[in-house]
């Protein structure tokens, strides 16, 4: 496979169970945030024209599920994302032809626009993450499979959305909060399989940086009830450090010599958490 192959993939949309035809599609993905979308659908010569839509009926199109696979022609793999359509633009352009952009992403994105406040306890950080998502009564699919699993005796969502408190909760706890495209997990991914790509094969641009960073932290914490002080330090050395991070980190350590000592982001629960 050379570099020109890379962009021999079919796009299918399906749009509230109807492929839709477009002219242009972008999918934007990450996974530390939303993933969003941007479809043009076609309405050039040979189409009817925009204007002979009635506003009411393009509109009603926002809120709808939207599919879109990319399909490999080379391969035959395919990648799904499941989305959900937030925002719907009618444009003058082409004439009298015009143009109707559907935007949206993830529906994550229904879980961030709701700050509010809330309070928790004794729960499990599953527990909490379930009352919340329920709370919306969003249709998709959910993996509740955090690694901590430690009841949490007390926690506040304060003027956050419900996708800002879930996000910094998971990070607290040390669980991935994501999306998939598909999916909704929280929890480790389970896939370990290692897979080799080769740069202007599979990847079309690559970069590698390091730089240099104080590590001698400790965190520390006070359990006023038990009157109990707690500190730590992150394990020395650091496990899956490779020969090129252990320039940088050599480096670091010989820059910077004393310790930062900050409060735990999250109240410790006992000696093993």
């Known amino acids: 496979m050379n570099s020109s192959e890379l962009n021999n993939v079919q796009v299918d949309i ?15 993905q990450t996974m530390s945030g939303h993933h969003t979308f941007m479809v043009m659908v076609n309405y050039r010569p040979g189409k009817p024209t925009v204007w002979t839509e009635t506003p009411e009926k393009i509109y009603d199109q926002l809120g709808k599920n939207i599919g879109i696979r990319m399909k490999h022609r080379q391969s035959g793999e395919s990648n799904d994302f499941r989305g959900i359509i937030t925002d719907i633009e009618i444009v003058g352009q082409d004439g009298d032809q015009g143009v109707v952009v559907l935007k949206g992403g ?3 994105l229904l879980m961030d626009k709701d700050p509010s406040m809330a309070v928790f306890s004794d729960s499990t950080l599953a527990s909490i993450i379930s009352k919340t998502i329920d709370g919306y009564g969003l249709n998709f699919e959910l993996e509740n499979k955090p690694k901590f699993e430690t009841t949490i005796p007390y926690v506040a969502r304060y003027h956050e959305t419900g996708y800002s408190f879930l996000s910094r909760l998971a990070a607290s706890c040390g669980d991935w909060f994501y999306y998939n495209g598909k999916k909704l997990i929280v929890g480790n991914p389970q896939n370990d399989e ?3 790509v080769a740069y202007d094969v599979e990847i079309k641009s690559i970069s590698i940086s390091a730089g240099i960073n104080n590590l001698n932290t400790e965190i520390y914490d006070y359990n006023a009830v038990e ?3 707690f500190e730590d330090a992150p394990d020395q050395p650091i496990e899956g450090v490779n020969s090129y991070m252990d320039v940088a980190k050599s480096k ?5 010599k004393s310790t930062c000592k900050l409060p735990m982001n999250r109240g410790i629960i006992d000696e093993n958490d």
């Open 14 to 28: 399906i749009v509230d169970g109807e492929k839709c035809d477009y002219t242009k599609m972008k999918l934007f």
């Open 227 to 229: 009157n109990d002080y």
């Open 252 to 256: 670091s350590e010989s820059i910077y």
């Open 194 to 196: 290692t897979r080799r």
């Open 106 to 108: 993830s529906p994550t």
